[in-house]
């Protein structure tokens, strides 16, 4: 199996369009089909409260990180497989990371996409081999990659490294692409990638 767990970064909220709940709800079906254990944020609102209640109800695994500090304000999900309170948003990261094996977001706000600029900057690093990817629902993410693309065409960003972040619509097939780029070295994947 090339997945245990996938993290999953999503928002506090459910957004606008229906779609948004749609894809958190696909992709919950999904990782119970394939045997994967959530990792996430620990709340019961949102998307998250969606893909977790998602996961939950069909009989998989969902695992929660959240610092006591949210307990209240993200409303801790307390019908978990397991719920860890940290002490911190930086101890969270950490923990959410070594539990998983790569990294999705969904749509959601400023702590979404934070939460996913880092992990891919330690990809870029060097620090992991994790694959990383955005599910692109009703385009929402399709302005943060502009401006990757536009990183690389001003020279603030290398073109291997824009690779690394993985992008698709469909919860199925951004699935598949993070499993080809987990079961290749990475710069075995940006080769492939570049044919």
Not at 62 to 86: C, Q
Not at 115 to 135: A, D
């Amino acid at each position: 199996m090339l997945f245990r767990r996938l993290c999953v970064f999503c928002g506090s909220y459910t957004g606008r369009r229906p779609a948004y709940r749609a894809a958190a709800e696909r992709l919950g079906v999904l990782l119970v089909e394939r045997g994967i254990e959530l990792v996430y944020g620990g709340g019961n609102i949102g998307l998250m409260g969606v893909l977790a209640d998602t996961i939950l109800a069909r009989g998989g695994r969902a695992i929660g990180v959240i610092p006591e500090s949210l307990m209240a304000k993200e409303v801790g999900h307390t019908g978990l497989t397991e719920l860890r309170i940290v002490n911190s948003m930086h101890e969270r990261k950490a923990v959410m990371s070594d539990l998983s094996d790569g990294f999705i977001a969904l749509p959601g706000g400023f702590g979404t996409v934070e939460e996913f600029c880092e992990v891919v900057t330690w990809s870029q690093l060097g620090l992991q081999s994790k694959p990383c990817g955005l599910l692109n629902v009703e385009n929402y993410y399709a302005p943060l990659l502009e401006l990757f693309d536009h990183a690389v065409r001003e020279g603030f960003l290398r073109e291997e490294n824009r690779r690394l972040v993985l992008d698709d619509d469909d919860p199925a097939s951004l699935l598949e692409k993070l499993a080809v780029f987990r079961s290749e070295p990475t710069a075995k994947w940006i080769e492939r990638e570049e044919r």
